[in-house]
């Protein structure tokens, strides 16, 4: 293309609202840096997970593994025997507090000689190789070693029980995998950590020539009950997928600000377009074609992309990098424990990004050039012309059908495990809503009744008389405040859900656990007796957690053995819905997370069988209770029928009851002084408990509460900018009404009129819209990513806040770029011969 | 003899810097060996072995080498682990077969700690296994059995005469310290018969083979570079097994061995009985080591030369296990006819054996 | 009515440009003067001079007896909105509005009672012969019957001056005949006084004097009128 044509054209551009043009760039670049960051933090996290897990598997074909406290030792007999094993290689895995952390290290206990031709990264190097069997040698992980700080030489010391069990730091193992972790001999790992008798898990090599289908299909049906069979990769599938709707909730949010990035090219765009019309016009007599032109400006939005694309590109590199740093890999939201993941140059991510950043400049900027495009250049060229710009009223029909399909989308079931007809539901209902602004902005307007002083009411009047020329102010309002009154109302109810879930679920004064991470620490009877008789002790009531494995393709869920009330066991539970009344003959209860009638099919009335200690024992499922801390699901039962069951005595936590009188202070000290082992254990009032999940929680959000901030300036530039667009197109009526007599200040008055008007029909369009897309967020994507219910809250207050607050904020905004736009007289706008 | 393959095993060299929290049994002079207990394991010493080598041909005359190996180490640690899974006992098998059409040795592994049933010694006769690797002795035939990564064996020895008990009624010295000693027994002249698979096709076999079963829990001399060792049985019913132990210097430290006549008359032979003179050196093309593969043995009355069935029947196990030696088949020959056959194990070659 | 004495205007900027240089005007009430001059020779200016939409560098500008000079910005606007009314070239008229509430804007501004501005958009309309048009919108009439709109507009608040900017400037000879002889009828039939700005000889000819404009000042116009 001739570079002078595309000079005239697109000249101006560049040079008169640098300003705008930078924020355009800077939107842009906000979206891509969001996407790049967090597709780089998964790909760093997941890859490293991923990776780490096909280090820690090794070369196995298949893996045998049940409840996380183990399965009976006799099994790697039968498996190492069976005809088509090569190897089996026997796997103890404990999740070890470390001592005077609260953080837990895994250690695998293998036989080396097995692991060796299984899992490799799995055997230490060691200078002395009987330090592989040595019972006090322990190999770190680099990444292990790194994050403690400890080296080989040195000790390793982690709780066993409420005991401290000290190993001596042979060697590195693991080679040069992410992930943190400890090795030790197998049988130094049941004897440290009372697992005698029981293994977590048996790798297994088949032979040459077995068909690895069959074997496991046939493996499967001599495994004892709770105990599965399954490819590793299986299980790194499991573990990817139980984080994905996290992850992709993360992208959407990204999506989401590129999304508002491309509404503020548009605006920018459809301003600088209007100032440049006649520009247009003349190129067009001059012999330019309109498909030329609309490929130029739309070039010139790909420019505005593709320097918001390599901003965002470099930002999102950086934030990555320091999001990994600070917060690793969830950001904090605990889904990739012990992976420490390092981050690389994603090109192929880098690529869509990049991609996207630009198409979105490319989309936004398109419809203004079709517009200036369209636009009969003859007519152009006159004065007066501008008002036509945005002047069309459509057809209120394919809103209404977006509308209704996004309300259809809601009643979608998840796709993959992932929630997106509510995505689908929630972009539906946006576009439908922005489509029919224009609509909305004239039945609201027709409502208002004509104010008396005269500007206000030729404001009135001149969005009556032109309700599409506002809509590209009142989407930019609406897209952004329904964005983030939705995303506030959600995590509000979630907030506050979880409160007052918490204060369901701790009524007890103090709280003791037995190790404040991993699951190596617990009480056992002697403990639980010595804790029950520390004076100013009312009542205890103790819990032990065990994780069951109930489907080899989904993760193990958590079973949570309590003291429960006898005579009301489900006063302590958070229950949802109604409960079975218990009848005679019935299996003993067991109570559901929601999580597990959605991934498990576990409905109240179910008989479910449970395997426990090797066997399967009937139950009923009594009733649903909610549950924001196991999101593969867990269930409750009494722990009188686990210990029945299992004869396992030992309990990991304890709800403490005081007596009048007794602070968790003085009970502490009583504790220190009757049961000294205790101090390993961690002890918690309900509100620090409290206090620390909602902080965990605030931090998890943080993202988010950004990203509201970031959609809410997104929004006011829009606004400024396609307000200013829209009181440029009238510079010459507004020079017409000052020759008619009226004064700037009423000018400014009816500008302030209609922009109040155009930012309380957005505000109130927008609010409406967020609250309907909360709704979606709450029961369609919260409840399909998650599984878990949360009842609607919604914060009053901060919202009338905030609106307000944008009410005042988006005037002014109005007001200034009015302002701005009728700088150098307007008077001489009307001049005619030009 | 303190031998052989099992000195590949780390653990062993490991052991020796232990301070064991095991009581090992001691090599006592005088105590009689007792059969067939004594074919069993003894799990109080530190370390034992059973191990076979012979020479079998097929149906097509074709000779092959085949050697068959079961360890036994106690490292002394975890003995107070009440877990089934305690290294208490430890058990490597080694097997190799040489080939002169291949022109190289094959041969493999495995290792694993005792415990259920997948690796055990039996302390009642000789029953030992690891995973499917397994030697048994029933009657008076032993029995191995086994599946490697390119060859496998099932094969019967057959002993026609009683046990050949090395040293003093079974206790042999290593070395010049009384410690320094092991129980130890061999079995010559066990007829060789069953299937050796290579390259995936069974062949029938028949031959001759010699077992040594040795235990003990002390160590070769902390002087000794490595050994030279050969057990022959010869044609006409007669068996020698002779050692040398190499010091440092180049100089014998210790030797000795034992000669059994066909009429089953046995002569110990004491350290200044056994002499080992190279007489030709093979350079591994793949390690650079020079080994003697070829020597003049004077044992007592004896005076043969051992040339080897071929010159490559070196084991480098370094990427596994950290060491290399020679080991392998050999004809004996005197006056230039041959008259026997045997295995011959040359150690410390490749730099001294560090223990 | 008019009084224009030693008027100077000049524009400031790289290549500063005098416009109006030490002008003289009078205008009599009931006169209807048009001024002739070529594309750039400060015609606009001079209305928005007397307009007190541009503020001379020198002179005096006293029109229907206000010194424009000693009035602040509002006071300009509250004499504009009520002596003074406009026609334009391009009519602006405000698309947004019905014909009615084009005409009613200076009765609006100046705050006149509903029924009263109702009568009296109803008789402007009639006069420029477009009473059936009261509640079409503007962009369903031709530019001549918009320029028609545009004279009702600049009399109906009964104005002592009418300011016309080529008012036939987007029309065709026809229209143009006819809005010039509608603008001639209706400042009489008000008793308004006109200065009609245009290029075009025709529109000038029906005005009852016709001044030149030049870089030397205004001067009688002396060549053949159509």
Partial sequence: MNTAVVQAVLGGAFTHQRGRLALSVLAIALGVALGYAVALINAAAVGEFAGGMRTLSGVADLEVRGPRGGFDEALYATLARDPDVAVASPVVEVDARIAGRDDALVVYGVDAFRAAAVTPALVGAADTALDLLRPGAVFLSPAAAAWLGAGPGGTLTVQSGVRDVVLAIAGYAGGDAGRRFAVMDIAAAQDAFARGGSLSRVDLRLRPGSDAALARERIARTLPPGVVVAAPRDNAATTERMSRAYRVNLNVLALVALFTGGLLVFSTQALSVVRRRAQFALLRTLGLARRRLVALLVAEGALVGAAGSVVGLAAGYGLAYAVLRVFGADLGAGFFRGAAPQIAFDAWSALVFAALGVAVAMTGSFAPAREAARAAPAAALKAGDEQQAFARLRSPLPGLVLLAAGAAATRLPPVGGLPLAGYGAIALMLIGTLLLLPRIAALVLARVPAPRAFAPALALDQLRGAPGQASVSLATIVASVSLMVSMAIMVASFRQSLDDWLAALLPADVYVRAGPAGDSAYFDQRDQQALAAVPGVARVAFLRAQALVLDPALPRVTLLARDLPGDDPEQRLPLVGETLPRRAGDPPPVWVSEAMVDLHGMHPGARIELPLAGRTWPFVVAGIWRDYARQQGALVVERATYVALTGDRSATDAAVWLAPGVTPAAFRAALDARFPEAARAALSTPGEIRALSLAVFDRTFAVTYGLLAAAIVIGLVGLSSSFGALVLARRREFGVLRHLGMTRRQVGAMLATEGAAISAIGLATGLTLGFVMSLVLIHVVNRQSFHWSMALSVPWGSLAALAAALLVLAMATTVASARQAMGGGVIRAVRDDW | MDRRIFLTMPWLLAAGRVRADAAYARVERGAALVFPRDHGSHPDFRTEWWYVTGWARDADGADFGVQVTFFRNRPGIAEASASRFAPKTLLFAHAAVADPRAGRLRHDQRAARAGFGIAEAAEATTDVRVDDWSLRLAGDTYVARLAARDFAFDLAFGAREPPLLQGEGGVSRKGPREAEASYYYSRPQLALSGTVTLDGRARRVTGVAWLDHEWSSEYVPPEAQGWDWTGLNFDDGSALMAFRMRARDGGDLWAGGALRDAAGNVRALGRNDVRFAPLRQWRSPRTGFVYPVAFRVDAGPVSVELTPLMDDQELDARGSVGIVYWEGAVRALAAGRPVGRGYLELTGYGGPIRL | ?226
């Fill in chain 3, 1 to 226: 009515m008019i009084r224009l004495d030693r008027v100077a205007k000049s524009f400031p900027g790289p290549r500063p440009r005098t416009v109006l240089d030490r002008v003289c005007l009078d205008v009599a009430r009931g006169e209807l003067v048009a001024i002739l001059g070529e594309s750039g020779s400060g015609k606009s200016t001079l209305l928005n001079v007397i307009a007190g939409l541009e503020t001379p560098d020198a002179g005096t500008v006293v029109v229907a007896g206000a010194d424009l000079a000693v009035l602040d910005d509002d006071a300009l606007t509250a004499f504009r909105r009520t002596h003074v009314g406009f026609v334009f070239q391009a009519f602006h008229v405000l698309p947004y509005l019905t014909v009615a509430q084009n005409v009613a804007l200076p009765l609006r501004l100046a705050g006149c009672d509903e029924r009263t501005a109702a009568a009296r958009v109803s008789a402007m309309l009639a006069a420029v012969g477009l009473a059936e048009r009261a509640a079409g919108m503007p962009r369903e009439l031709s530019g001549g019957e918009l320029q028609r709109i545009a004279i009702a507009r600049a009399l109906v608040h009964r104005p002592q001056v009418v300011l016309a900017d080529e008012p036939t400037g987007n029309l065709d000879p026809a229209s143009a005949q006819g809005v010039i002889a509608l603008l001639r009828s209706t400042l009489q039939a008000e008793g308004a006084t006109g200065v009609l700005v245009t290029h075009s000889r025709t529109a000038a000819a029906s005005a009852d004097r016709v001044l030149v404009l030049t870089v030397a000042g205004l001067a009688p116009f002396e060549g053949r009128l159509s």
